[in-house]
């Protein structure tokens, strides 16, 4: 009874701490705590852990003095008679224990009145003129990346089952897929009644949908921004007719297609296999989208290019990697935060220096290409390559750089020169074009800068205050399309990546920073995302918290910051306090000793949809076949919105699965195509219009039974993961068994088929050809089966 009643008082002092309740015995220290001014708060809060941890102590000893009487009572007592002792003891202990809960509840409600729940300021901005509803604003509030409900539908899991299934040997696969059955049937009988939040964000989506509006988030931060849909054309629009952007009348995509495809024939650096791979089967116009600059006046816009599926996709990011393995670039260029802090801790600044950060204006677009092929083809060579296979690099990447044509509202327009944004390749080509130029810089004005240190287009510098306005014009001149402005410090502090550096007796220090926009706002608690993902944050911000090297009272700032974050996010206090208690555990081993801790290689990762109940089961089982399970959800606003903001490619030209119906009976054709329907169908078309049934399942029905098909097929599914489609199909297959005429249905014989329908009467072509002679004695008048008959 006493360790239950101690478990409330813990409980109800780590409230009062969390929520800055003042207890009557803390009122006692009023008269030390007025010598000691700004510091009062600290001191009571200390005070109050001092407390809990003295509870935590006397629980211990309880604890163990209970464990001792438990054993000597089980030895002394028979077991029905220990049993039912126990359970009454515990029943006891229970009410009593939810008493002493309620009336200590009752206290802080005392202490501190009702309790307010924190809302999500300035988390979302309305641009748009239509008025949000208060439930419009609950779900917009939470953020884009919040999952408010989960798949239910047993075929995203067959698929994630089936493309796992993939990596492992041929005599591992069917016995996974059969582990894997249970849990399947387990999500395919379980209830799929929503819940009210989910019913809730269904109903938002569904106005947002109805009134024409588009949602994305701000360039800055986690804000959510509503606008009308034509105001973003309008401003997107303004945006391509001031900018160094030109409108072109024919769309370049499949010519940029075939001359990747030329170019890959010509090259030795690759086998047959990855060069396949790298051509795309269905070449789709880049898409430009926009962010809305909210930190900044006006109505500017981030313009963003997704490459995605287009025809130098793959190629770029083929390159990308393959130009990351070779090495890094000599430059002054730092990682990250903690790089930074490293490198520049121990530089001593005088009092005729000055913090100054430059930046560089649009820094994609300023970047000139052909000047940066030729220092990509000389750190080429520096790697001391082949020269026959370096040309070959610089061309095909030369041909990624050309892609700078885009669509936006059904018109196609090219970038006049430089880098996108969306192109894989991009970052890897600034940086290097950076670093060429920090060369310079080095080697002509090096006694200018003290200091320079940069990350990707922002530079922290020390130089002296006299000489600041001749290293921007020196820096001007270095490059024409490179514009460079510059920050200078403000009471002796400047803000640099996620830092505030500040000057103190001639060293420099550092703080955490958090620009304007920040909101602390991120995934919230109650949400469908899988709990790595939801605590994968406090765990990058416990990590900034012990890299940086603060001072005392700015630590103690930032664990209370990240306190309140985890507050307004809905977790838990305690939960994040496990987690920093955690961290620096696991910190002050690595301080105390050299060795490494040794990870088992636990196999391939692979993603799966996440489930709530089901997820731990589905990990235990890929665990067995040495896979490693990785959780994912993409029910989020992101998802839903994110298209609105891209022009929709039609569904004739999609890739994916699709079925063709026949006019004169309910038989249908279904298959899959990696390029654009349109082209399958009229493939389907020759083959009729030449009789050629050895190459179309369709041809041959039209030959056997004279029928005829509809022109235009309907997409069923539409995919460009060449991984999914035979799955795809196998179930679209499967769902209209008793209506199809194709011939191949070996891949009906997949194992997790079972769960989505009962097994079809026929899977082998012997059974379609013994059906079709069935509806063939039927035209003649010949007698046959009922059976056959209704086939």
């Given at each position: 009874?006493?360790?239950?009643?101690?478990?409330?008082?813990?409980?109800?002092?780590?409230?009062?701490?969390?929520?800055d309740?003042?207890?009557?015995?803390?009122n006692?220290?009023?008269k030390?705590?007025e010598q000691i001014?700004s510091?009062?708060?600290?001191?009571?809060?200390?005070?109050?852990?001092f407390?809990i941890?003295k509870f935590?102590?006397?629980?211990?000893?309880l604890?163990?003095?209970a464990?001792?009487?438990?054993?000597?009572?089980?030895?002394?007592?028979?077991?029905?008679?220990?049993q039912s002792?126990?359970?009454?003891l515990?029943d006891?202990i229970?009410?009593?224990f939810?008493?002493?809960?309620?009336?200590?509840?009752?206290?802080?409600?005392?202490l501190?009145?009702p309790e307010?729940?924190?809302?999500?300021e300035n988390n979302?901005?309305n641009?748009?003129?239509?008025?949000?509803?208060?439930?419009?604003?609950r779900v917009?509030?939470?953020?884009?990346k919040?999952c408010?409900?989960?798949?239910?539908?047993?075929?995203?899991?067959?698929?994630?089952?089936?493309?796992?299934?993939?990596l492992?040997?041929?005599?591992?696969?069917?016995?996974?897929?059969?582990?894997?059955?249970?849990?399947?049937?387990l999500?395919?009988?379980?209830?799929?009644?929503?819940?009210k939040?989910?019913?809730?964000?269904?109903k938002?989506?569904?106005q947002?949908k109805?009134?024409n509006?588009?949602?994305m988030?701000?360039?800055?931060?986690n804000?959510?921004?509503?606008?009308?849909?034509?105001?973003?054309v309008n401003?997107?629009q303004r945006?391509?007719?001031?900018?160094?952007?030109?409108?072109?009348?024919?769309?370049p995509?499949?010519?940029?297609?075939?001359?990747?495809?030329?170019?890959?024939?010509?090259?030795?650096?690759?086998?047959?296999k990855?060069?396949?791979?790298?051509?795309a089967?269905?070449?789709?116009?880049?898409k430009?989208?926009?962010l809305?600059?909210?930190?900044?006046q006006?109505?500017?816009?981030?313009?963003?290019?997704s490459?995605?599926?287009s025809p130098?996709y793959?190629?770029?990011?083929?390159?990308?990697?393959s130009?990351?393995?070779?090495?890094?670039?000599?430059?002054m260029?730092v990682?990250?935060?903690?790089q930074?802090i490293?490198?520049?801790?121990?530089?001593k600044i005088?009092?005729?220096?000055?913090m100054?950060?430059?930046?560089?204006?649009?820094?994609?677009?300023?970047?000139?290409?052909r000047k940066?092929?030729?220092i990509?083809k000389?750190?080429?060579?520096?790697?001391?390559?082949d020269?026959?296979?370096?040309?070959n690099l610089?061309?095909?990447?030369?041909?990624c750089?050309?892609?700078r044509?885009?669509?936006?509202n059904g018109?196609i327009?090219?970038?006049?020169?430089?880098?996108?944004m969306?192109?894989?390749?991009?970052?890897f080509?600034?940086?290097?074009?950076m670093s060429?130029?920090?060369?310079?810089?080095?080697?002509?004005?090096n006694?200018?800068?003290?200091?320079w240190?940069?990350f990707?287009?922002?530079v922290?510098?020390?130089?002296?205050?006299?000489n600041l306005?001749?290293a921007?014009?020196?820096?001007?001149?270095?490059?024409k399309?490179v514009?460079f402005?510059y920050?200078?410090?403000?009471?002796?502090?400047l803000?640099f990546l996620?830092?505030?550096?500040?000057?103190q007796?001639g060293?420099l220090?550092?703080?955490?920073?958090r620009?304007?926009?920040?909101?602390?706002?991120?995934?919230?608690?109650?949400s469908?995302?899988?709990?790595s993902?939801?605590?994968?944050?406090?765990?990058?911000l416990i990590?900034?918290?012990?890299?940086v090297p603060l001072?005392?009272?700015d630590?103690s700032?930032?664990?209370q910051?990240?306190?309140e974050?985890?507050?307004?996010?809905?977790?838990?206090?305690?939960?994040?306090?496990?987690?920093?208690?955690?961290k620096?555990?696991?910190?002050?081993?690595?301080e105390?000793?050299?060795?490494?801790?040794?990870?088992?290689?636990?196999?391939?990762?692979?993603?799966?949809c996440?489930?709530?109940?089901h997820f731990?089961?589905?990990?235990?089982?890929?665990?067995?076949?040495?896979?490693?399970?990785?959780?994912?959800?993409?029910?989020?606003?992101?998802s839903?919105f994110h298209g609105d903001?891209?022009?929709?490619?039609?569904?004739?030209?999609r890739?994916?699965i699709y079925?063709?119906?026949?006019?004169?009976?309910d038989?249908?054709?279904i298959?899959?195509?990696?390029r654009k329907?349109?082209?399958?169908?009229?493939?389907?078309?020759r083959?009729?219009?030449n009789?050629?049934?050895?190459k179309?399942?369709v041809?041959?029905?039209?030959?056997e039974?004279?029928h005829?098909?509809?022109?235009e097929?309907k997409?069923l599914?539409?995919?460009?993961?060449?991984r999914?489609?035979?799955?795809?199909?196998?179930?679209?297959?499967?769902?209209?068994?008793?209506?199809?005429?194709?011939?191949?249905?070996?891949?009906l014989?997949?194992c997790l088929?079972?769960?989505i329908?009962?097994t079809?009467?026929?899977?082998?072509?012997?059974?379609?050809n013994?059906?079709?002679?069935?509806?063939?004695s039927?035209e003649?008048g010949?007698e046959?089966?009922?059976?056959?008959?209704?086939?």
């Open positions: 009874m006493k360790i239950k009643n101690l478990s409330a008082d813990i409980h109800f002092l780590n409230l009062c701490l969390q929520k309740v003042s207890l009557k015995f803390l006692k220290l009023n030390v705590l001014g510091f009062q708060k600290a001191v009571r809060r200390k005070v109050l852990q407390n941890s935590y102590q006397k629980r211990a000893c604890e163990l003095e464990y001792n009487l438990h054993v000597k009572l089980s030895n002394k007592l028979d077991g029905w008679l220990w002792l126990e359970k009454k515990y006891l229970h009410v009593e939810h008493k002493k809960k309620d009336t200590l509840k009752k206290k802080l409600w005392c501190k009145g307010s729940k924190k809302k999500r979302f901005i641009l748009s003129d239509c008025p949000l509803s208060k439930m419009e604003e917009l509030s939470r953020g884009l919040t408010h409900t989960f798949s239910k539908k047993v075929e995203d899991y067959v698929v994630d089952v089936d493309l796992a299934s993939s492992l040997p041929k005599e591992e696969k069917e016995a996974f897929k059969r582990d894997c059955l249970p849990l399947l049937n999500i395919k009988e379980e209830r799929s009644d929503l819940k939040k989910e019913i809730e964000y269904f938002v989506v569904k947002l109805s009134r509006l588009v949602v988030k701000a360039d800055k931060g804000q959510v921004v509503v606008m009308n849909k034509n105001d973003y401003r997107t945006m391509l007719d001031d900018g160094d952007f030109v409108q072109v009348i024919k769309d995509t499949n010519d940029i297609a075939k001359k990747v495809s030329n170019a890959l024939k010509a090259v030795t650096v690759m086998d047959d990855t060069k396949a791979r790298l051509k089967s269905n070449p789709v116009t880049p430009l989208y926009t809305p600059k909210t930190h900044k006006g109505e500017k816009m981030r313009p963003i290019v490459n995605i599926d130098t793959s190629l770029a990011k083929w390159l990308n990697k130009f990351l393995q070779l090495g890094p670039i000599n430059s260029s990682k990250n935060s903690n930074f490293n490198e520049v801790q121990d530089t005088s009092e005729d220096q000055v100054v950060s430059f930046d560089v204006e649009s820094l994609f677009p300023s970047v000139p290409i940066t092929l030729d990509l000389k750190w080429l060579l520096e790697k001391e390559l020269e026959k296979i370096v040309n610089v061309n095909l990447t030369e041909i750089t050309e892609n044509f885009f669509q936006f018109k327009y090219k970038q006049e020169d430089g880098l996108t969306g192109n894989p390749l991009s970052p080509l600034a940086e290097l074009f060429d130029l920090e060369r310079k810089i080095k080697n002509g004005f006694w200018l800068f003290n200091v240190r940069r990707v287009d922002d922290f510098s020390i130089l002296k205050r006299r306005d001749d921007l014009k020196f820096l001007n001149l270095q490059e399309s514009k402005t920050e200078v410090e403000n009471n002796e502090k803000s996620d830092l505030m550096v500040h000057r007796k060293m220090n550092f703080d955490i920073f620009k304007g926009t920040h909101t602390d706002i991120y995934i919230s608690n109650d469908y995302n899988p709990p993902q939801k605590l994968s944050i406090f765990n990058s990590h900034r918290m012990l890299s001072s005392p009272m630590r700032k930032e664990e910051r990240i306190l974050i985890a507050v307004k996010n809905g977790f838990q206090v305690e939960t994040v306090r496990n987690l920093i208690r955690k620096e555990f696991r910190k002050r081993v690595q105390v000793t050299t060795l490494k801790s040794i990870r088992e290689d636990e196999g391939a990762f692979v993603k799966i996440y489930h709530p109940n731990s089961k589905f990990k235990k089982v890929f665990l067995k076949y040495h896979l490693k399970a990785v959780p994912v959800n993409r029910h989020n606003l992101k839903v903001l891209k022009d929709q490619v039609r569904e004739e030209d890739a994916g079925s063709l119906k026949c006019k004169d009976c038989k249908q054709y298959g899959q195509t990696r329907m349109k082209v399958r169908i009229k493939e389907h078309q083959c009729i219009k009789r050629e049934i050895d179309s399942a041809a041959l029905h039209n030959l039974t004279g005829r098909f509809e022109e097929g997409l599914i539409g995919c460009n993961d060449r999914k489609l035979n799955i795809l199909e196998a179930m679209e297959m499967h769902k209209k068994r008793d209506k199809l005429v194709n011939l191949d249905l070996e891949c014989e997949n088929l079972k769960v329908g009962s079809d009467r026929f899977h082998t072509k012997q059974d379609v013994n059906n079709r002679q069935s509806e063939f039927l003649e010949t046959v089966s009922r059976n056959a008959s209704a086939f």
